[in-house]
């Protein structure tokens, strides 16, 4: 387990946290987050591959990259989340544990939110509890992995 390597993959505008619609998704800037997320991941033994894209096909590039050399994978994957067929094939692809990510919870929200076509291609979806989901959604990456070991 020490050293594991986790991908943490984020989508389209989230390099705008701490600015975009502070009151749906927080102050804290993604900079903050990845800070306390590899933190946090060297505290648990996992060795984190945090990353950013507002393009589709280098998430899709990230998720097959994922899945040749990682042992657990997190994605929040922005708007694609609701829109990407493309990303939910990458993921159907990657064997290792996956976990759908978001800072607000989409079931409270516009009524396209409630729709992803990521869920079906993963073990997990947090939601709705804001930068913290980043770091609880490693400590539960870190156990599916343990129990797939
Ligand atoms: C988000 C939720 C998505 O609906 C939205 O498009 C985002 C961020 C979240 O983290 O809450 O860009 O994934």
């Known amino acids: 387990m020490a050293g594991a390597i986790v991908y943490l993959l984020n989508g389209p505008n ?7 619609e502070p009151e749906v ?4 800037t993604l900079a903050d987050i990845e800070a306390a997320a590899k933190k946090h991941g060297e505290k648990i033994g996992l060795s984190l591959d945090f990353r950013q894209s507002n393009h589709e096909g280098t998430l899709v590039d990230w ?4 899945g040749k050399k990682a042992a657990g994978l997190i994605i929040n994957p922005g708007a694609y989340t609701h829109t990407s067929i493309a990303l939910h094939d990458a993921l159907k692809a990657v064997a ?3 976990i759908e990510l978001h800072l607000s919870n989409v079931h409270a929200r516009e009524a396209f939110r409630r729709v992803s076509f ?6 997990a979806v947090i939601c709705g509890l804001g930068a913290d989901g980043y770091t609880l959604a490693l ?3 870190r156990r599916l ?3 797939r070991a």
């Open 14 to 20: 989230l390099n705008l946290l701490g600015t975009r």
């Open 25 to 28: 998704y927080g102050k804290q």
């Open 63 to 66: 998720v097959q990259e994922a």
């Open 96 to 98: 290792c544990p996956k």
């Open 118 to 123: 990521v869920s079906p291609a993963v073990d």
């Open 139 to 141: 400590d539960a990456v």
């Open 145 to 147: 992995i343990e129990k």
